[in-house]
């Protein structure tokens, strides 16, 4: 039995039924939360850690991330979605080798460990063969996260139905071998394929009760929602990212059934896809969750998610009450304690794992954030819950997932950083060769690529 006792911190659960933030210890039995409260007594080969001066909080939940790009960092933090689209999946994707692919998500999967992130939904949607996905899942065992592997194709034909027979065996194989792993399926979806297309993948996810996922962005909902609302298959476990232009009655009908949705903000607003759906669902009575799409195109630190999440909300708010009264809103009835659980427990809901981590609670498994609070941009702090949204990556001291320490003393454990990054360098130096190359060959196919992009974002969406 191993155990650890977190003494002396201010803890922040999310449980609805806890207080907002509380001073209470944290006794830790094999990966899982045993006891929290005062006076705990502990088995005599506990380890005792002092966290005086620190907060505790779950750990954070990245609902939507795609790590396989992480050594193309900050390679598209100026583009559009459609450049993207051209760039990344028209000219660099199908370029990657099965390394290429494990090398990334190593490193995105790593960074946000780092961050304080202890679950990311792992959106890969380049798992051009099984071995690109068996080398994607081999990255995220070597990181130490909890994911939820979400399994995607690459963009191609509209009616290809999802590659079923490669996720079963990537569930029997590397998914099943790997204790902080599930699966799902990251799906084109009613918007990105046939209503044939999409029922067909949406009834294999439904069959196996796994999470399925998909885009919405950039187009009304056509007919092709309304096949699939048919066949019954909106649900709890379907999961839609982004969702802008979703009609406000839909989204209603669709919250209603379960289904989640999230938002990725700052990438959003940059990239063109509009980022209204937090206001929606909150509208609607219900709670987003948040992700932060790639590395290519922001820093990747959920925080930032949520706090661009928040401020939009409180925008809407205001304006709301100017259009009703003529004046700002007198106070907003969305709070930090909203953005901090729509980056822990929405997410881990999203993925189909609330029942497992995402707050803090006796029976969940330890996937815990040390914030160190004494620090000079942290210190004086008079709302732990605000602190906790508002701090850094670097004010995350330490992290426990399934109460293994990942990170303690603001270090890394068990990673070899500099040779992480080396391999980091060199894979993602051949590929940005790729979207740097400007020879005439390289040049046509780039403005034929962008042509057949551009005639997706134009004119009404097909279904």
């Not at 979605?81 to 190593?106: K, S, W």
């Not at 071995?131 to 194709?153: C, K, M, N, Q, Y």
């Not at 009304?220 to 298959?233: C, F, N």
């Not at 999961?239 to 990438?267: A, C, K, M, W, Y």
Request: net charge neutral; glycine share 10%.
């Amino acid at each position: 039995m191993s155990a650890i006792l977190l003494a002396g911190a201010t803890v922040i659960t999310v449980a609805s039924h806890r207080p907002r933030d509380e001073r209470v210890d944290i006794l830790v039995v094999d990966g899982t939360i045993a006891e929290i409260g005062r006076d705990i007594t502990a088995p005599a080969t506990t380890e005792v850690v002092d966290l005086t001066g620190r907060i505790i909080a779950p750990g954070l939940v990245n609902a939507h991330l795609h790590t396989w790009q992480a050594a193309l960092r900050f390679a598209g933090a100026d583009w559009t979605l459609p450049e993207y689209l051209a760039r990344m999946h028209g000219e660099v994707a199908h370029r990657y080798t099965p390394d290429d692919m494990r090398i990334g998500t190593a490193s995105g999967a790593t960074a946000q460990i780092d961050a304080g992130v202890t679950t990311i939904g792992d959106w890969c949607h380049n798992c051009l063969t099984h071995d690109h996905a068996v080398a994607a899942i081999e990255g995220l065992v070597e990181s130490g996260i909890r994911a939820v592997f979400l399994h995607g194709t690459p963009h191609g034909v509209r009616d290809r139905p999802h590659d079923i027979a490669m996720f079963d065996r990537l569930m029997s194989g590397p998914i099943a071998a790997g204790p902080l792993l599930t699966g799902g399926l990251a799906i084109k979806g009613p918007q990105l394929s046939s209503a044939t297309t999409a029922v067909a993948d949406m009834t294999a996810a439904r069959d196996r009760g796994v999470v399925v996922t998909m885009h919405q962005s950039n187009g009304i909902p056509g007919d092709a929602w309304d096949v699939v609302d048919r066949h019954r298959l909106w649900g709890p476990r379907v999961n839609i990212v982004h969702g802008t232009q979703i009609p406000t009655p839909l989204v209603r009908r669709l919250l209603d059934r379960g289904v989640t949705f999230t938002s990725t903000p700052e990438n959003e607003l940059g990239q063109g896809h509009r980022s209204d759906i937090v206001a929606e669902v909150v509208a609607a009575g219900g709670s987003p969750s948040l992700g932060t799409d790639g590395d290519m195109f922001v820093s990747g630190d959920v925080r930032i998610a949520a706090r661009m999440a928040l401020s939009r909300q409180r925008a809407t708010e205001h304006e709301d009450a100017r259009r009703d009264t003529g004046m700002i809103a007198h106070s907003t009835p969305t709070g930090t304690a909203d953005a901090l659980r729509w980056a822990t427990i929405e997410g881990a809901r999203a993925l189909g794992l609330a029942d497992t981590v995402g707050t803090v609670e006796v029976g969940k498994r330890a996937d815990l954030v040390v914030i160190d609070a004494t620090g000079v941009s942290m210190w004086p702090h008079h709302d732990p819950v605000a602190a906790a949204l508002h701090a850094h990556s670097g004010a995350v001291e330490a992290v426990l997932v399934e109460g293994r320490w990942r990170k303690r003393d603001h270090a890394l454990v068990g990673v070899d950083v500099a040779d992480l990054q080396a391999q980091a360098w060199r894979s993602g130096s051949r590929l940005i060769d790729l979207v740097r190359a400007d020879g005439l060959h390289r040049r046509v196919r780039r403005r034929v690529v962008q042509k057949v992009v551009n005639r997706r974002f134009s004119g009404p969406r097909e279904t």
